[in-house]
């Protein structure tokens, strides 16, 4: 059974930085996928960025038009860790971020597609005040 848990959540100020993690257990797979989601209050759940492997020794990510240019993601095959690094950070940011992972690879703008995915973690708060 995978488990996923964030950290790294925060308030900061438009303009600044900050670094979300996510943590990853019970991962078996040698095919995967793995995806940041963002939830704001009053708002649809929508993808943010993700990363799918290709084979055993490549991997591919994909970024949203909204963040593109500001947000990186990045991962540690090894230590079975996600993370997305948040830069020039705007007020409409601010929301409820979440970790998703599957075994299967999705490809593109599939693996933004948060109802492909199948365990979830418990969320971050980040909050981008003007």
Request: overall charge neutral; proline content about 2%.
């Amino acid at each position: 059974q995978v488990q996923l848990v964030e950290f790294g959540g925060g308030s900061v100020q438009a303009g600044g930085s900050l670094r979300l993690s996510c943590a990853a257990s019970g991962w078996q797979d040698s095919s995967y996928s793995m995806g940041w989601f963002r939830q704001a209050p009053g708002k649809e759940r929508v993808g943010v960025a993700s990363i799918y492997s290709i084979n055993t020794i490549a991997y591919q990510t994909y970024v949203a038009d909204s963040v593109k240019g500001r947000f990186t993601v990045s991962h540690d095959e090894s230590k079975r860790m996600l993370y997305l690094q948040m830069n020039s950070l705007k007020p409409e940011d601010t929301a409820m971020y979440y970790c998703a992972f599957d075994s299967r690879r999705l490809i593109g703008s599939q693996s933004l597609d948060g109802d492909s995915y199948t365990y979830w973690g418990q969320g971050t708060q980040v909050t981008v005040s003007s």
